[in-house]
């Protein structure tokens, strides 16, 4: 018997917050972390992408929650040890032995998250009715992504505050573009004399660089900037990449690689008409160094991040954004690259900022915000969450009757009617989405001159954490409220378009020239009000399919198939935008869209069903 009636307004809301957080923290601020402390793009997409795993393989372990304590028991636990861990992360940043520490840490938050997943959604469907189920999917699904917003926009925006907060006075320099100058030139080293009284500083040669307007060709730029990052790897102040330059081949491509990989990427490019390096044009580029005036203590790091600030975004930085100052290279110049739009015909002006705040002290800062978070999630959860009368745990727990129970479950659910159609629908309706969502930032803020918006962090984060919330919040909330009142198979077709037909918007910002600020915006208002409308058919679909006896360990292993459909086509994005270009990447995302809307018509929903 349930001991006390709540309403779901006062734990729905917090309860998929804090199921969000954890999630975004493996697969978006992790990475940035760890880009911002030094580590490779290799290393990040290969150890990163493993924390993406427990959400996929959840449902294995998913009878367990099922039989062993309460639904209630296992979410509060699984907060308190995702606090303690997000502590521990804290902790160990400013460690040498930091990568390795935190990745391991970082995989026992991600299991601890993906339990706590099986048991929120578990107790969601034990402490409401089918009714109440449709109308606060929306409100779950809503706060879910209010979650993702935190920490891909608040979460970067504090780390980023933190960082410039944390160390050297900010350095500002111009670069200009202009028809009338005669030749873009780089300052001699002998040149580059700086003030070696007062504080640390660090000083930019030239203070505003010139850029004479013009068109080079891609591979001439690949050539500039090769020349900068091998110069900076020479005297320490990056790290050595291969492939960098157009030009540049490894001489131990893989299988992989020479039978798949490129034969695959040259169709495609020939498919969309993509024009190969040396066909394609670029406006002119320049190189500003950048020169410390004291030496390091030994041991220590001086980190310069260099970002656009203000002014015409036609001028970009295209090689060096990160810069890393020791006792061994100080006395010496590093190097970056910038370059103006291949469109550009008259005169513009930029103005960029070099950043060197303490990085480990600032995420340090962070992850312990985070911490005090979920220890404020624990408590509150605690005493707040409801005792619904059906949350109860097995009176049978031996080993024996667990892993029979383990086996009948998953022979049951794919025992299912339908089961099949219903897997296609669990990988398929979010095909498109799971593309998007994978490059809509790096599209936001990558220059212009290669297809992107030129958007800087904070602004992306602004978009993100105002214009995108609240259009994601309205969409989720009607979309719950429509459901309620005429049930999933009426407003199946409606979601399915809603879901799709929205990434247009991204599209159509490739096709307008030098789109504003409000133009963005209202871009991605349309299509987060579509993801949100259209991800409430997906929810109680699953929920639909989870019905019956181990409805917890059944939605457990939809969510596994949904993590699956959103894993695979997303770990191809990267690759697939970088050999065909924005422009074609959303047109192929658009294609996505048939197979999702082709597995509705098989689909069997009760006509009553999401219907309060």
Not at 304 to 317: A, C, M, Q, R
Request: with cysteine; proline share 4%; charged share 15%.
């Amino acid at each position: 018997m349930e001991i006390k009636k709540r309403s779901p307004w006062a734990w729905i809301p917090t309860l998929y917050f804090a199921q969000g957080i954890p999630y975004v923290v493996a697969m978006t601020v992790a990475v940035i972390m760890y880009k911002r402390l030094g580590i490779s793009n290799t290393e990040i997409a290969l150890y990163t992408s493993w924390l993406y795993l427990p959400w996929v393989i959840k449902p294995f372990w998913s009878p367990f929650v099922d039989l062993v304590k309460t639904k209630r028991w296992w979410i509060v636990t699984m907060q308190t040890l995702v606090g303690a861990g997000l502590a521990a992360v804290a902790f160990l940043i400013p460690a040498s032995f930091y990568f390795q520490a935190t990745l391991a840490i970082l995989w026992l938050i991600a299991f601890s998250s993906a339990t706590h997943d099986i048991a929120a959604d578990g107790f969601y469907m034990l402490a409401l009715n089918s009714g109440e189920q449709a109308y606060f999917v929306g409100i779950r699904s809503t706060f879910y992504r209010f979650a993702t917003i935190f920490g891909q926009g608040l979460l970067i925006m504090l780390a980023g505050f933190l960082e410039s907060s944390t160390g050297l006075e900010p350095i500002e320099f111009q670069v200009k573009a202009d028809p009338s100058i005669v030749s873009t030139e780089l300052v001699a080293e002998k040149d580059m004399l700086v003030n070696l009284d007062g504080e640390m500083i660090i000083q930019a040669f030239p203070e505003a660089l010139n850029i004479k307007v013009g068109t080079i060709s891609l591979d001439s730029l690949e050539s500039i900037k090769s020349y900068v990052h091998n110069l900076n790897v020479q005297n320490g102040f990056e790290k050595e990449i291969k492939n960098l330059g157009g030009d540049i081949k490894t001489n131990d491509e893989s299988w992989w690689t020479v039978n798949v990989s490129e034969p695959l990427k040259k169709s495609l490019q020939t498919a969309f008409g993509v024009k190969t390096e040396t066909e394609q044009l670029s406006g002119n580029a320049g190189i500003v160094a950048f020169k410390i005036n004291k030496c390091p203590k030994e041991g220590d790091e001086v980190v310069l991040n260099v970002t656009f600030k203000d002014g015409d975004k036609d001028i970009s930085l295209v090689s060096a954004d990160r810069l890393v100052f020791t006792s061994e290279n100080w006395d010496k110049p590093a190097y970056a690259a910038f370059a103006h739009d291949y469109k550009l015909q008259k005169e513009a002006n930029a103005e960029f900022e070099g950043l060197s705040g303490n990085i480990p002290l600032a995420w340090s800062i962070t992850f312990f915000i985070l911490a005090g978070l979920f220890i404020a999630f624990f408590l509150y959860h605690r005493f707040i969450l409801p005792y619904p009368s059906a949350d109860k745990s097995s009176t049978h727990t031996s080993a024996r009757f667990i892993m029979a129970e383990f086996i009948d479950t998953f022979v049951s659910f794919f025992k299912k009617p339908g089961i099949g159609i219903a897997l296609c629908f669990m990988l398929l309706y979010r095909l498109g989405e799971a593309m998007l969502v994978k490059m809509s930032s790096p599209f936001l803020l990558d220059a212009r001159e290669i297809g992107g918006m030129g958007l800087t962090t904070g602004e992306v984060g602004l978009v993100y954490g105002t214009v995108g919330v609240i259009c994601l919040t309205l969409g989720g909330i009607l979309g719950g409220l429509v459901v309620s009142k005429r049930g999933l198979k009426f407003w199946i077709w409606p979601m399915a378009l809603c879901i799709t037909l929205p990434h247009l918007a991204y599209l159509f910002l490739t096709f307008v020239e030098n789109p504003n600020f409000i133009t963005i915006n209202i871009a991605v208002a349309i299509e987060q009000f579509g993801y949100g409308f259209g991800f409430t058919a997906y929810m109680l679909y699953l929920i639909l399919v989870s019905e019956g006896e181990h409805k917890t360990a059944h939605y457990a292993l939809c969510t596994g198939f949904m993590a699956l459909g959103m894993m695979l086509p997303g770990m191809i994005a990267g690759w697939l935008q970088e050999a065909i270009g924005y422009q074609n990447f959303f047109i192929f995302v658009m294609i996505c869209a048939i197979p999702t809307l082709a597995v509705i018509p098989f689909l069997k929903i009760p006509k009553e069903f999401g219907r309060k």
